[in-house]
């Protein structure tokens, strides 16, 4: 799937004191222990999502699977692609991981499509709320903080 495609919904960006390649190592690790959750395959069921079973490459590689989300790019310490869909969207979250001074520089875009009324209820509830604002936010700090354990 072409993520551009979808609508842009939201990004947000922490700079972590890491090399890419520990940030990419503690993305992965952050992912998969997130999305691993017994909540989180709970909600995949709610909402009926596509992928609810984790399979594939350990450390994350295109091919994997994480309840949600099925990962279509990954070029290490550079750039991650998840997308997915559930009976209220269809859904891209893209990690894209920047080099800079001190550090690497990580941002979270969400893109997706929200069809039908059910789907803008959905949109209401967990966009519009900042509920996915703060998961997201929350999800990258734990990534700085996961990476500065790497050291």
Same mark, same amino acid.
């Given at each position: 799937m072409?993520? =551009?495609?979808? +609508?842009?919904?939201? &990004? @947000? %960006?922490?700079v972590v004191p890491a090399a890419p390649?520990?940030?990419w190592d503690a993305?992965?690790?952050?992912?998969?222990?997130?999305?691993? *959750?017994? #909540?989180? $395959?709970?909600? %995949?069921?709610?909402v009926g999502v596509a992928d609810r079973t984790a399979f594939g490459p350990r450390?994350? $590689? &295109?091919g994997s699977v994480?309840?949600?989300? *099925?990962? =279509?790019? $990954? =070029? +290490?310490?550079r750039e991650l692609v998840l997308v997915g869909r559930h009976h209220f969207s269809t859904y891209a979250?893209? /990690?894209?991981? &920047?080099?800079?001074?001190?550090?690497t520089r990580l941002r979270a875009e969400t893109? $997706? #499509? /929200? +069809?039908? +009324?059910f789907g803008a209820l959905y949109r209401l509830l967990v966009v519009s709320s900042g509920a996915h604002a703060l998961l997201t936010r929350r999800l990258l700090e734990g990534v700085r @903080?996961?990476?500065?354990?790497v050291r």
């Open positions: 072409d993520v =551009t495609v979808l +609508p842009g919904v939201d &990004e @947000h %960006a922490v390649l520990e940030v993305l992965g690790e952050s992912l998969v222990r997130s999305f691993g *959750r017994p #909540r989180s $395959a709970r909600y %995949a069921r709610l450390p994350l $590689a &295109e994480l309840p949600g989300f *099925r990962v =279509t790019g $990954a =070029t +290490p310490g979250l893209v /990690f894209r991981l &920047e080099a800079e001074d001190g550090g893109r $997706a #499509r /929200f +069809p039908g +009324p @903080h996961r990476a500065g354990q």
